[in-house]
């Protein structure tokens, strides 16, 4: 169940206890019995619960994003009931199917396509998809454009060079002008009508309600100038006549058509990496039959627990174990590992991954939507449809954006009309409408989102997968970070090292009952255990209850006794004396060794040491991060003298051993409370908690689900070099998204005046309308461009990380 789902149920259980209870904008029902989740009847908008603002009407309870919305649905809910604008949002999409949402508010999601009712934006698939189809709104717009566009061109040309061409004007000029305009501006421009409609009955103002507004003007202006001129005063004539302005309301649909036509090609390519995630995915399976025999199936009919052969030159087909073979393994596509990785049986494999040379024999693990391709494909489509926190700014900017435009537009044709020259109404007009042409509120809203969904999606075929937009902005203020030790500094795959009896044990005896308990264990130091006593040809016993004390060992029920198995703090519990082997126990650890006591029915058995070696790469990533300005501790589960030997060996000056997970919580919380930005790195159940806490959690792909599923961050290779490879990312996306707004809110501070006519008492000009329609159409695109740079600028980090690795650190 999710935290949304969560919170409904809690609000219909109270709801059910209170049966008298009321919205807190007015009393229209007291008896709400049905949740009406998470759509604004009012706006459309996807909104979460809110006590502070819904409504009960009907027996339903309705959510609003704003006071303003709920008023309006108090003062007339049955027209909103009714409307439907209050249907075309779903808030719970179909559960099969495609889902389709605004690139600007993520928030809006329904299952077919469509306009945004917020912005009028079209919708685009949350999950792109190998099958897709080009977008329909594409085809359709550029099918208007380019019949209309002759059209356009023949009224430009007679507007502009009519009196060059015929002596005194073309007779009739103005109607043959109306024949030629009228195509292209009611039926090219007629989408830009619906959604300037729907802009004014649902009160979101937008672009279109600008665009709409101008084309509407200039060319209701003209028909009623070529229709009746003499209804308009004389104020209104120049050289004679009233003027028209066909030409314009034209090349304005012509341009509009043209500048959606390049943002909806620009943004197709933002989900270019998810597409070619989908892409490496094979379609089929070459499975082993129970008699021995291999056949060739359909991926989709792949079970787990199959045998499955990968031949040299083809792919993993799902995520499983090697059972027999030996190879190189190509995972560069997901994990941005530069060499081939050696598996050998028990090695783990990634779907999609490339065998290189020998012939592998596989059991499959993972199939469909749990396999890692899989989520790193879904982690990759919720951080691109995610809001940056940097976004606020534009929201709030837009909110008023439009209304300031309109009123920007009229007090333009008022100044002009009243004080400008003759024909001063006509000047008016003209600039009036140029004013709501070329302000566009899409290059603000865009300047964000076009960012994060070409960062993420680059940054996920290196091996570098973020949760959300908010992960990218906070990882560049991180100035901590905190590293568990095994599996984050260390291989994470222990080997055994040693044993050691107390009086009146044998060591066989210690390392069977060590084993026998950690069965249950998913911790790669008991991996190592079991595995030493299974080669050792141990008997071992199944537990009969088993408990993990997270973070310091586990215990449990052994043959009717009671076992323990950890660091002291657990002896320390259980009321177990250790000291006698501390001595033996602190020569171990010198060495770098992880040292587990074992007791049975409170008395000391003996201690198991168990080795796990320093990662090759974790010198270099530390060496990096520090360089970097981060300073970084290490907080582990293992003795004080373990973390001090591995602590040495990598040059971490601040060190902490033995905690416990809320221990790791807590200092997470301290560096906090003293201004720090935190940063966790880990991969175990015990540093869920941590990862959850800390500014930017990050959890290594190949450490456990809870860690992974409680960070911010995940890297899918497991290497600290990729947080340093994350921030080069979050750098440069901050960077890119700071670009684009500052551009966004330069174009208007700039357009809008000049297109007022602000230049005109020192220049003589005037912006044409239909500049002011290219200036728009462009601004959009512009943003999307600079966003794109992103793909190619992380292939230049990404290269130059390979080539370091492949050459070594520098001396």
Not at 116 to 132: F, K, N, Q, T, Y
Not at 293 to 316: C, F, N, Q, S, W
């Amino acid at each position: 169940m999710s935290g949304n789902d969560i919170r409904q149920h809690k609000h219909q259980v109270e709801h059910a206890r209170n049966p008298d209870a009321v919205g807190a904008a007015g009393e229209i029902d007291a008896t709400p019995t049905i949740e009406k989740p998470f759509t604004d009847p009012v706006c459309g908008m996807k909104v979460g619960p809110n006590r502070e603002r819904e409504i009960s009407y009907k027996a339903v309870v309705y959510h609003f994003c704003s006071a303003k919305c709920m008023a309006r649905f108090n003062t007339t809910p049955e027209a909103f009931l009714t409307s439907e604008k209050a249907e075309l949002p779903t808030a719970a999409p179909a559960l099969s199917g495609a889902v389709y949402t605004c690139p600007m508010h993520p928030e809006i999601r329904q299952t077919t396509p469509g306009s945004c009712p917020i912005c009028g934006m079209a919708l685009e698939p949350v999950m792109p998809s190998l099958d897709d189809e080009e977008n329909p709104e594409l085809v359709d717009f550029r099918h208007r454009f380019w019949w209309t566009l002759p059209l356009t061109v023949l009224v430009f040309a007679l507007a502009m060079f009519g009196h060059m061409i015929f002596q005194g004007g073309l007779p009739g000029q103005n109607w043959v002008e109306f024949a030629l305009s009228t195509p292209v501006v009611v039926w090219a421009g007629w989408p830009f009508y619906e959604r300037w409609a729907q802009s004014l009955v649902r009160m979101s103002p937008n672009m279109w309600t600008l665009i709409g507004t101008g084309v509407i003007a200039a060319y209701g202006y003209s028909v009623v100038a070529t229709l009746a001129p003499q209804t308009f005063p004389p104020t209104f004539a120049a050289h004679g006549s009233i003027a028209v302005y066909f030409e314009a309301a034209a090349v304005i649909v012509s341009l509009t058509l043209l500048g959606q036509i390049l943002e909806l090609r620009a943004r197709s390519q933002t989900s270019a990496a998810i597409k070619s995630l989908l892409g490496l995915a094979p379609k089929t399976a070459r499975r082993i039959r129970a008699d021995g025999t291999e056949e060739d199936i359909p991926l989709t009919h792949v079970h787990v627990g199959d045998a499955l052969r990968v031949r040299p030159g083809e792919k993993v087909p799902v995520d499983g174990v090697v059972s027999e073979g030996e190879s190189s393994v190509d995972e560069s596509m997901l994990t941005g590992e530069p060499l081939p990785v050696t598996k050998r049986a028990g090695d783990r494999l990634i779907g999609a991954t490339i065998n290189t040379s020998g012939s592998l024999i596989m059991r499959t693990e993972k199939v469909g939507s749990d396999t890692t391709l899989s989520q790193i494909v879904q982690m990759v489509s919720q951080a691109q449809r995610s809001r940056a926190p940097m976004q606020r700014l534009a929201d709030s900017v837009a909110g008023y954006f439009v209304v300031v435009v309109v009123a920007i537009a009229v007090l333009t044709f008022a100044v002009w009309g009243v004080y400008g020259p003759e024909p001063s109404w006509v000047f008016g007009f003209v600039n009036a409408v140029a004013v709501l042409i070329i302000a566009c509120p899409c290059a603000l809203g865009l300047a964000t989102p076009m960012s994060i969904m070409a960062a993420t999606g680059r940054a996920a075929t290196m091996g570098v997968l973020f949760r959300d937009a908010a992960a990218i902005e906070d990882l560049k203020k991180v100035d901590t970070l905190i590293v568990d030790k095994t599996g984050t500094l260390t291989e994470g795959k222990p080997s055994f090292n040693s044993v050691v009896a107390a009086a009146g044990f044998k060591e066989e005896d210690v390392l069977r009952i060590a084993a026998s308990i950690d069965q249950g264990s998913e911790h790669p130091l008991a991996h190592a255990i079991v595995n030493e006593a299974n080669k050792r040809k141990l008997g071992l016993t199944k537990p009969d209850a088993f408990e993990s004390a997270s973070g310091i060992g586990v215990r449990g029920i052994l043959s009717g006794d009671k076992i323990a198995l950890g660091n002291t703090a657990l002896m320390d519990i259980e009321g177990v004396d250790w000291k006698p082997l501390a001595d033996a126990a602190e020569s171990l650890r010198v060495e770098g060794a992880s040292v587990m006591y074992l007791a049975a029915q409170g008395r000391l058995v003996g201690i198991v040491a168990v080795s796990d070696p320093i990662k090759s790469s974790s010198q270099e990533a530390l060496q990096g991060l520090r360089a970097d300005g981060l300073n970084v501790i290490m907080a582990t589960g293992d003795g004080v003298t373990t973390a001090k030997a591995i602590a040495s060996r990598l040059g971490i000056d601040e060190y902490y051993g033995e905690v416990k997970p809320q221990d790791k919580l807590a200092l997470v919380e301290k560096l906090q409370k003293q201004g720090k930005v935190v940063a966790m790195a880990g991969d175990g159940i015990n540093d869920a908690p941590a990862l959850a806490k800390a500014d930017v959690g990050i959890a290594m792909g190949t450490g456990t689900d809870v860690a992974i599923n409680s960070a911010h961050l995940t890297l899918v290779k497991g290497d600290l070099r990729g947080i340093a490879q994350a921030r080069l990312i979050s750098v440069d996306t901050v960077r890119n998204m700071w670009q684009n707004l500052g551009f966004a809110f330069l174009y208007n501070a700039l357009g809008i005046p000049l297109a007022a006519g602000a230049l005109y008492p020192f220049t003589g000009q005037l912006l044409s309308p239909m500049i002011a329609a290219l200036a728009m159409s462009l601004s959009s695109v512009s943003v999307i461009t600079n966003a794109l740079r992103l793909r190619g600028h992380q292939s230049k980090v990404g290269n130059a990380v390979t080539r370091h690795e492949h050459n070594g650190p520098e001396s």
